[in-house]
């Protein structure tokens, strides 16, 4: 749901379903959003996920990897997922969530606001009429630039790597993404 809250239809009854089934990608604003409001380091949350387009090298010429949010190996569910009672549960860090999480279930088509075609809630649990949908349109766009400025992120990474001929540690990884220069690397690149 956006941060408007224009929306709690789809999620009243939620059990978190979409916090079990998903791999949750996260981008590198989100990394720090979380670290800084939960004061958390960045390895008690991420986890990196082998994945066959453009991630994250930790060697040279080695496999690219996503920063997905962590599950819980007792319930397969987020690691942010506070269950309350039996089938009801609730995300534990809202006001930090990801971009992912604030704009689901809807994606931006041909600059279009529409519900996805892969949610796990199923058909009819949303009502795209009683959403407010400018905010939407605006979190959506201010997603795709998230995404943008990560994969710049990203390629600065391994750029480093690669110049450096060394084997960084996921350690390694997680200092970068909380400290590197955001704006200036996202200003190097437009996707």
């Known amino acids: 749901m956006n941060g408007s809250g224009a929306n709690v239809a789809g999620c009243a009854g939620c059990g978190g379903k979409c916090c079990r089934s ?21 390895s008690d949350f991420i986890r990196l996920r082998d994945t066959k387009g453009e991630g994250f090298r930790l060697r040279p010429g080695g496999p690219a990897k996503e920063i997905c949010l962590q599950r819980r190996s007792e319930t397969g569910a987020c690691v942010f997922l506070m269950e309350i009672a039996s089938g009801i549960a609730r995300c534990g860090v809202y006001a930090h969530r990801p971009l992912v999480c604030s704009t689901f279930p809807l994606s931006l088509r041909r600059g279009v606001v529409t519900t996805r075609e892969d949610t796990v809630c199923g ?19 201010r997603d ?47 996707d």
């Open 22 to 42: 998903y791999a949750v990608g996260v981008t590198v604003r989100d990394v720090r959003a979380l670290a800084e409001g939960t004061a958390m380091h960045p």
């Open 123 to 141: 058909p009819g649990s949303w009502n795209v009429a009683t959403m407010d949908l400018p905010a939407y349109r605006r979190d959506l766009t």
């Open 144 to 190: 795709r630039s998230a995404w943008a400025e990560h994969r710049q992120v990203m390629r600065s990474w391994n750029t480093v790597v690669d110049a450096r001929g060394w084997e960084a540690t996921p350690q390694d990884l997680y200092e970068y993404l909380l400290n590197c220069p955001l704006e200036a690397a996202a200003q190097g690149h437009k």
